[in-house]
């Protein structure tokens, strides 16, 4: 805990320096009252902190309907970390250690980016879903999806009608900086279409040869 501490001095007297206000609290209960209370450009969370940890403090920012931007620290470096940070309601993610200079870029993006408008309902015919409580439907029926799944099926809804390439799923959705096998984009859309199509006779994902994917505007 005491790194932890020097941690956030050392961040606070950085960003400060460097044009920042900022409010530091030492546990998520504290950082959770904090960020209900205040009209906050951006949030810096550690996942790694006592008493809530930072999904759940995130989780409870999104429910309260706190739309303030939101970048996670974590020591961790795993995919599922991410994954999860960003299915939460993150807008971006560093891993520890990190380059001050990086943090405040990334925190600069995000408050020119602003506080987004709470989600709302995506559709594209009887598909939808809802990216706040992370809930897909066809049909009236519920689809459970895996986190990686729930956000590539979000990317293409996002862009339905639209032909997006591999490369740009892959630059929505896995990390800026994945340096694997694009074929990984295939694999996932192929789990997709067992949940979203294959049940109920449809084909809305539409593989467009040389150029990437399509989700059919009207749910195919």
């Known amino acids: ?4 501490r020097r941690l956030a001095e050392t961040l606070r007297r950085g960003l400060t320096a460097d044009g920042f206000m900022v409010d530091v609290a030492h546990d998520g209960a504290d950082g959770l009252w904090l960020a209900k209370s205040n009209p906050y450009d951006v949030v ?22 706190v739309w303030t931007p939101v970048l996670m620290l974590t020591a961790k470096d795993g995919e599922h970390d991410q994954v999860d940070a960003f299915d939460l309601g993150a807008d971006d993610y560093l891993t520890k250690p990190f380059s001050f200079l990086v943090l405040v870029a990334r925190l600069r993006a995000l408050v020119r980016r602003g506080r987004p408008e709470r989600p709302t309902v995506l559709y594209a015919g009887d598909l939808s879903l809802d990216p706040a409580a992370h809930i897909v439907t066809r049909a009236d029926n519920t689809i459970a999806l895996t986190p990686r799944e729930f956000a590539v099926l979000h990317f293409l809804i996002r862009h339905k009608g639209d032909v997006v390439s591999k490369s740009e799923i892959l630059q929505g959705v896995w990390d800026t900086y994945y340096d694997g096998d694009d074929n990984v984009v295939e694999v996932y859309v192929g789990y997709l279409r067992k949940k979203i199509d294959q049940p109920f006779n449809r084909s809305s994902i539409q593989t467009v040869r040389g150029a990437g994917y399509r989700l059919a505007s009207d749910g195919g």
């Not at 805990?1 to 932890?4: K, V």
């Open 44 to 65: 810096v969370l550690d996942i790694m902190i006592p008493k809530l940890n930072g999904y759940d403090v995130c989780r409870a920012m999104r429910a309260a309907s």
């Open 1 to 4: 805990m005491e790194d932890e």
